[in-house]
């Protein structure tokens, strides 16, 4: 019996997911030594790090590359250890930042039932022997991490001793091994309940709860049919899937993005003339049709499709033995073969990276000000992983109407949004006005931004090269201000609103070159006068962010002062320091603000972050986001790093 949606972990009748807007776009520009085109290799993602190991075209390689999704970088490690031999079609899997691989095809017709352990914090390889008897040598079976276990299925073994005569035997048994920390590793061949799929190689699976999920293969034939593990009970179900499903396919990808299974790519056999599929499969091609599997319902969702064709650039072209790995909700695609040619190491392979968009990025957190100046404001707000760029926008604030008025000197104001964005209502008339206009500043690539001015379009008048008219910022100005993501899929909602106010002229400009550092005693922290004293300055406070206090408002943070004095250092002790907040929405740190004083009161403060350790368990995953030294010089922060 098929298994049904309600029996799936996660499956809801209730929930409406978000419709499909699905957007490819190229990677054109790399640094960094980039991989050479291959197929066979495998890759996974340790938070923006896409690694690829393995693979080949002219010879299998035992090449390590790692793609800095953030920065478009290329790198290689300088790995050390027991490295395992080049391999193809393997089994790669990621527990945080130790990796594993398991088997593949060392050379033509012979096949590797070795388990290697990769510990990216420092590069270093690991042949592991674990008890029992392993599973025989094989390629094209897959190997997840299901809870704390390695789960391995299926794949293609030689039953000939000789490699050079190669008698195929496909599988479908399943290998278990336990990974959690302070366990011996052994093998184990558990005995599965219920009907079971049939042996197959190069399928796909992917991890849902504690069920493993197969998708297609092949055993002399494409497959297209949806198996579920249940790890914990040692079952197999026949999933019953609706819609119309894509064609039968091989050597495909498959990852999960939030309730989605994306598959890529592929063999899939060639229809007869009617549109059917062939009762004896003899030809087949490659695609790059794009399915998606729906998980909530275990329904095939229609999806942007593209020529089947090299000759274009929005899509993929055709491929398979790709190797695809999701990073936030980015599906990066990279290489693989066009599928034309059959000998294995003489393919035509694709030179090219790509990533899918899947969805709109969120809103980023509130805008932070960073600096106040007479005629400007520079600003800061969180990064988001799947933007690529940000819409900045500003709006005049009418401080007389707001329950709070704002500082003379500059800064941060408390806003009263249901005001500002409802509009207001005349007492004469009793009619509510409609809410002040926003403005675009600019759109911005990162995230710290110095606003001088904003853009107002100019009235339709009919004339076409008419241009914006540009409005400076004032002295002693309150704006609002909210910012939105942007990526290929579209504009994200915008941020909540904050509200800063520039400086009068003659206060002071704010301190700068502050450093900070530990001691005995706490922080000691120091800076230097503000380039623009307007006069002498007669002392500075430092001001520390506190933790919120229950029923604060989400996004804001209050400062309590921790020196007042006319010198430019000082010590925060550690018992003031009990009370900081760390601030997590990029690296966790501790903020702190300082301002300087003249004749005519305290001018605008500088923000600094003092970047914190992270915790114990997450050094080693922190460190391993790092850049390393380029080849051939291996980074001194990760030789340093101890694994937790």
């Given at each position: ?46 938070k923006e790090l896409v690694i690829l190991f393995g693979g080949g075209n002219d010879g299998i390689v035992d090449e390590l590359h790692v793609l800095n999704t953030a920065t478009n970088q290329w790198f290689a490690p300088q790995v050390r250890g027991e490295k395992p ?560």
């Amino acid at each position: 019996a098929g298994l049904k949606k309600m029996d799936v972990p996660g499956a809801s009748e209730e929930r409406s997911p978000p419709p499909l807007n699905l957007r490819w776009k190229k990677i054109t520009t790399t640094t960094g030594p980039a991989p050479k085109p291959r197929h066979g290799h495998k890759a996974v993602a340790i938070k923006e790090l896409v690694i690829l190991f393995g693979g080949g075209n002219d010879g299998i390689v035992d090449e390590l590359h790692v793609l800095n999704t953030a920065t478009n970088q290329w790198f290689a490690p300088q790995v050390r250890g027991e490295k395992p031999s080049g391999c193809a079609a393997f089994g790669f899997l990621c527990d945080g930042v130790r990796l594993l691989i398991f088997g593949g095809m060392v050379e033509f017709g012979r096949y590797s039932n070795d388990l290697y352990e990769l510990l990216a914090s420092r590069w270093e390889w690991r042949r592991l022997t674990p008890l029992n008897d392993p599973p025989c040598p094989r390629l094209g079976h897959t190997f997840n991490l299901v809870g704390q276990k390695a789960v391995i299925f299926g794949g293609l073994a030689n039953e000939s001793n000789d490699p050079k005569l190669n008698i195929p035997k496909y599988l479908n048994d399943v290998f278990t091994l336990e990974i959690r920390e302070g366990t011996s590793l052994q093998w184990q061949n558990p005995v599965i309940d219920g009907p079971s799929p049939s042996p197959r190689e190069s399928h796909a699976a992917v991890t849902i709860g504690s069920q493993l999920l197969i998708y297609g293969g092949m055993n002399g034939k494409r497959l297209a049919d949806v198996w579920m593990l249940d790890v914990d009970k040692l079952q197999w179900n026949s999933v019953t899937v609706q819609g119309p499903a894509p064609l039968p396919r091989s050597l495909h990808t498959a990852v999960v993005i939030k309730n989605r299974l994306f598959v890529l790519g592929g063999w899939v056999p060639v229809l007869v003339e009617d549109g059917s599929l062939p009762a004896h499969e003899t030809e087949w091609r490659c695609t790059n049709t794009l399915a998606c599997l729906n998980l909530d319902s275990f329904t095939w969702e229609a999806c942007p499709q593209y020529p089947d064709t090299e000759e274009q650039e929005e899509a993929p072209c055709p491929r398979a033995g790709h190797t695809a790995a999701v990073v936030g909700t980015r599906m990066y695609v990279w290489s693989g073969r066009d599928g034309y040619k059959k000998v294995w190491n003489n393919q035509v392979c694709c030179n090219d990276l790509w990533y899918l968009e899947t969805e709109i990025p969120p809103a980023p957190t509130r805008v932070q000000l960073v600096r106040a100046g007479t005629n400007s404001l520079e600003l800061l707000w969180t990064t988001i992983s799947s933007a690529d760029s940000y819409l900045l926008q500003i709006q005049q604030y009418n401080v007389a109407a707001s329950s709070q008025k704002p500082k003379a000197e500059g800064g941060a104001i408390k806003t009263d949004a249901d005001a500002s964005e409802g509009g207001s209502v005349t007492p004469a008339t009793g009619q509510k006005e409609a809410p002040p206009q926003w403005y675009d500043v600019d759109v911005v690539k990162g995230t710290q931004f110095t606003v001088t001015g904003y853009q107002v379009p100019v009235p339709d008048t009919g004339d076409k090269d008419a241009k914006p008219q540009r409005v400076e910022l004032q002295p002693g100005k309150a704006y609002k201000f909210r910012v939105c993501a942007i990526n290929s899929c579209g504009s994200g909602s915008f941020s909540d609103i904050a509200a800063f106010k520039t400086c009068m002229p003659g206060f002071p400009g704010a301190p700068s070159a502050i450093r900070i550092s530990k001691s005995a005693e706490g922080a000691h922290l120091s800076w230097e006068p503000p380039a623009n004293s307007a006069g002498t300055i007669t002392e500075y406070s430092v001001y520390l962010g506190l933790k919120p206090q229950p029923g604060a408002q989400p996004g804001t943070m209050a400062f309590a002062r921790v020196y007042c004095g006319p010198g430019s250092s000082c010590v925060v002790s550690h018992h003031q320091l009990a009370s900081a907040h760390v601030d997590t929405t990029s690296k966790p740190a501790i903020i702190f603000r300082i301002a300087a004083k003249n004749d005519k009161g305290y001018g605008p403060a500088t923000q600094v972050r003092w970047l914190q350790d992270p915790k114990p368990a997450d050094k080693a995953a922190a460190a391993v986001a790092k850049r390393p030294a380029p080849a051939g010089a291996a980074s001194e922060d990760i030789k340093r790093l101890k694994m937790a």
